[in-house]
């Protein structure tokens, strides 16, 4: 047994020394919004300009791959949620792996509960993985934040070590949008319902050669076309024919540029599929997006990329004036059975 539960509570081994800390599952809708809070909290104090809403927070874990009532831990004292941690499952690049995170309020950082929770998640992924993934080589991976050195040191005593670099990059100010026409034969069009389809599958085939792609399903294409801020009016879509060329999905997230007292626009998961690359299209693509986040009201631009992609990305995204804003680190080892 990796934990054992006790009226709603999960009792988790070598609880550090802190008074009125408990830890039960997430197991209820308004479960969400405290989780929300925790991990806008935790951002905003490490810097990071990603403050999710209890609705992202409950879309994303719908996803193919956790079981919040089994996979996450919130962890509270003193009638507030402090700590919280879990672990999904996907496959990435072909191989099974398991994605654990965690979040712990500011004021009891450094005090043992970091790497409390991390050998939970360990735990819990060993339980999973002798079920679900019984034979050959398991992964489990992290997604860390260049700046916190906490963390990273938490995860290389567990054995990760990094293994990839990703940016964030900032385009502050859009009045002035390089020119970068479409190549030849191809065009933009609005979106369309009936096209949603088929521009998830698009950008699915696109991710396939990106590096730690997780296959997409029937979930992920529900959690993309579900959240209340969906406008597929921001999204820029250039067509050869009837065949989808690339994809550029721009978001707006009111609450959080509310917080951060921004006008911010995002343009997540630009992709070209093979056939259209090293043509221009990458770079007219996400120029035609700053110039749709200008006419919606925005005055900056912000994307991540892998910085070790060979695609060329960081040398397109500095001509469209973006600069390196955040730095993070995926870390990774494989699952000792």
Known sequence: MTQSTQAGRVLLPDTPPIAGLQARFLEEDAD??????????????????????????????????????????????????????GVDRGIRDGVPSYQVWGHVTPELRRRGIGSWLLDWTLRRTR????????????????????EDTGAQAIYRRAGFEPVRRFFLMLRDGLDEVPAAPLP???????????????????????FRDHWGHRDMGDDAFRQTFGQAET????????????????????WIWPDE???LGIRRGWLERVSVRRPWRRRGLGRALTAASLVRLREAGMDQGMLGVD???????????????????????AYRRQLDR
């Open 127 to 146: 339980e999973r993985a002798e079920t679900e993934d019984p034979e050959g080589t398991v992964r489990i991976q992290a997604h860390v934040d260049g």
């Open 32 to 85: 969400y919004e405290p989780l929300s809070a925790l991990m806008r909290t935790c951002h905003r104090h490490d810097g990071i300009p990603w403050l999710p809403s209890a609705t992202t927070v409950r879309f994303e874990m719908a996803l193919d791959g956790i079981e919040p009532a089994r996979d996450v831990v919130l962890v509270g004292a003193d009638d507030r949620l402090v700590a919280a941690t």
């Open 307 to 329: 910085a070790d992609n060979p695609s060329g990305a960081l040398v397109l995204y500095d001509s469209l004036g973006f600069v390196v804003d955040r730095r993070s680190f």
């Open 257 to 259: 540029n509310r917080q």
């Open 184 to 206: 030849d034969g191809l065009e933009i069009r609005p979106v369309t319902p009936d096209q949603h389809r088929a521009i998830f599958d698009a950008e699915d085939e696109a």
């Open 231 to 250: 406008n597929t009016n921001l999204w820029v879509v250039a067509w050869d024919g009837d065949q989808v060329a690339g994809v550029v999905e721009n």
